[in-house]
């Protein structure tokens, strides 16, 4: 016989702590049976972010299903080092099993079988096994990855020959938990690393890309975070960021726990290896440590480091941290824009409430060519245009009388559809654009908008590019790519850049080009997996974002999603029908913006509901 699901045991007694006040109370303190049959492992609903769970011990002469059940309501818990969890265990077991190795997440919880193959009727050997439907993954890194299909492992139980007690002596490595629990034990933190390539923006800041990972959210998360920043970028963005922190810096030997002063000011004592660093090396890391816990703790204002002999390093705040390094949007944008009913381009000022719309300075203001797509780059001092039909791409001076010369790129598609998408600018000033000829299909950059195409690679990519968006970073870049099924998937990409240059001469073979930049997509991974059909999608934070798009045999809905797949907390966006583009800043306190077949251009300004811009209007953007 093989596994048989079994039903019926109650979930364990657990206590929960008022983390404020540290009031312990009992929940679910019905008497636990002495025998009967395992119900599957639910989910436990969402609680109170003040309150504190523990799981409570096994209890005295528990049956082998009682022992698999408590041991996976441990798991869920706050307790640190999962020393209630390791109760469950053999000591042989406790000592070999690593929850840190990995948190797999399911979407109801483990469900638990009888392994009848097993023999369990011997009074000394039972055995389990958990099954589940994949959703995600976090690695030793604690980075997020979305994951499907089967989930099923082993767990075996014996007899401690001293106590007579049941313990699990086989499990799998890393930790196991239903999706809701995940959601209530983990949060998501961005932290920040600088951009490996020499361009900086026109003040000379740095830039600093953000790099988000989960941690437990009542267990230190604080402490959890700074460790994290120290131990180096995750394993997908590492290859585009640098760390300021010298390798192997920690922190300083028997610190525990960091924790924000009443002034919103966190100290960090650090080792050896950072006691020697000058002091424009420490505002670098300062600037990296202060834009990563403002991700958990938005009020910490300044943060200070340590020598290991507690000497002071440095210390800096906000205004410092800002000359430094930029994060999102270089600058809050002046102007949303979009094209008119004319097929003019033309702006509104973009934080104030719908007001009438005026063409834009220059050539692609004045209507002579007609468009159906545009990007303002991230200065707001260049535009691109894409024709009304798609097949030509002009950039133009958004300054008075600036003239439009010829198109810097022509696709040679035969339908509207299969010729260019909308631009994009990155903050370097280089234009993307995606050609979806299928005769072929390719992904675009012009240096600085002009200039020779440069072919971008993108190793893996199956289906044509549909859209392109690049983050204020310019490290990462969106995608909408179009299967030969016809769905329509979110992919983030990294953006590699070899500035030693590499022959482009594949379209004149005869003529000798000279050394230009090789640039690379590389990476891909899935940022919105739920959705077959993405319509639209644009950045809306530093690892957020906004997207339209229908889940498998549903109608059109609009979601917050992060770069690495998962969903941030907070509500979607309110309903919106026939979204055929959207546009949103990285600066937070700017409205999101939609083109809607059914009503046009409109906007979402914060705790308010669409509110519309014009009617007749296609394709908002804001700079980028």
Known sequence: ??????????????????????????????????????????????????????????????????????FLEALTSDDPQYATARQYLTAEASGNWRPEQSTTVLAGGPDIQVDRTVGHDRTDD???????????????????????????????????????????????????????????????????????????????????????????????????????????????????????????????????????????????????????VGREKCREMATQLLFTVQSLTPTVDTVTFQRANGDILCSLGDAQAERVAT????????????????????????GDAPSSAEPVPGALGEGTQKLSSAAVSWDEHTAA?????????????????????????????????????????????????????????????????????????????????????????????????????????????????????????????DKKAGDRPMVSVLDLRSAAPELEDVTAMSWAGDSRLVVAGREQGGVQTMRYVQVDGSTPEGPPPAALTGVQSIAASEDDGLPLVAYSSEDGIVRLPSGAQWQKVVKDGMAPVYPG
């Not at 299909?149 to 799998?172: A, C, E, F, M």
């Open 327 to 350: 994060r999102g949007s270089v600058k809050r944008p002046d102007y949303l824009y979009f094209v008119d009913d004319k097929q003019r381009l033309v702006r509104i000022a973009g």
């Open 126 to 276: 039972y055995a389990f096994t958990l099954t589940g439907s994949k959703v995600a993954r976090v690695d030793p890194q604690q980075s997020y990855t979305p994951m499907s299909g089967h989930y099923s492992q082993p767990v075996h139980l014996t007899r401690d020959k001293k106590s007579g007690q049941w313990r699990i002596d086989v499990l799998p490595q890393g930790v196991v938990m239903g999706q809701s629990d995940f959601q209530r034990n983990y949060t998501s933190v961005n932290k920040y690393y600088f951009s490996s390539t020499t361009w900086a923006d026109a003040t000379g800041a740095a830039t600093a890309v953000a790099d988000p990972v989960f941690v437990r959210r009542r267990v230190d998360a604080m402490t959890q975070v700074v460790r994290s920043l120290l131990s180096g970028p995750t394993r997908w963005l590492e290859p585009a960021v640098s760390s300021s922190f010298p390798a192997g810096t920690a922190l300083r030997h028997g610190v525990t726990s960091l924790t924000p002063d009443d002034q919103n000011r966190l100290t960090v004592p650090l080792n050896e290896k950072a006691s020697g």
């Open 385 to 509: 245009g894409v024709g009304y039909d798609g097949r030509s791409l002009f950039v133009g001076s958004l300054v008075p009388g600036g003239a439009l010369d010829e198109p810097v790129l022509v696709s040679q598609g035969k339908t509207e559809h299969d010729r260019l998408t909308a631009p994009s600018w990155d903050a370097r000033g280089d234009l993307w654009v995606a050609d979806r000829d299928p005769a072929r299909p390719r992904l675009v950059m012009l240096e600085q908008g002009g200039g020779k195409p440069l072919d971008v690679q993108v190793p893996g990519l199956k289906g044509r590019v549909d859209a392109v968006r690049v983050a204020a970073d310019g490290v990462r870049i969106a995608l909408v790519v179009k299967a030969e099924n016809d769905s329509k998937s979110l992919l983030i990409g990294r953006i590699q850049r070899d500035e030693r240059g590499g022959r482009d001469d594949r379209d004149d073979r």
């Open 1 to 70: 016989m093989g596994a048989d699901r079994v039903r019926g045991v109650r979930r364990p007694v657990r206590a929960v702590a008022y983390a404020a006040c540290g009031v312990v109370l009992l929940a679910g303190c019905a008497s636990m049976p002495d025998n009967g049959d395992l119900r599957d492992v639910e989910s436990t609903p969402r609680q109170d972010s003040q309150l504190q769970v523990f799981a409570m011990p096994p209890r005295e002469d528990a049956v082998p299903a009682e022992i698999v059940q408590g």
